[in-house]
């Protein structure tokens, strides 16, 4: 008879451990799915938008650019004393 209620025992402490570890695969699923759905629809949302900014961002990046590349020159131009070249912007 002890060994019957032990087998009993083992198997229902297994079958609940199964159960809890099929909960936390379950969740960890659903968790995904939805995350997944989640940043989908905000990706969704944010595209129109970053089409909208895109040349301002180009341009506001062209003017940073331009703008290094002037003060570059600059101090290149006075390191070898091209005065020349002193002028610009």
Not at 17 to 28: A, D
Not at 57 to 62: D, K, R
Not at 68 to 74: D, F, H, L, P, S
Request: aromatic share 14%; charged share 20%.
């Amino acid at each position: 008879m002890r060994l019957l209620a032990f087998f009993r025992r083992i198997s229902y402490t297994l079958l609940t451990y199964f159960h809890k570890f099929q909960t936390v695969i379950l969740s960890l699923m659903v968790i995904g799915i939805v995350d997944y759905f989640f940043l989908y629809e905000i990706l969704l949302a944010i595209s129109p938008m970053a089409l909208e900014a895109a040349p301002v961002i180009l341009l506001i990046l062209s003017i940073i650019a331009v703008r290094g590349a002037v003060k570059y020159t600059k101090k290149k131009a006075k390191e070898k004393k091209h005065y020349s070249f002193m002028s610009i912007g």
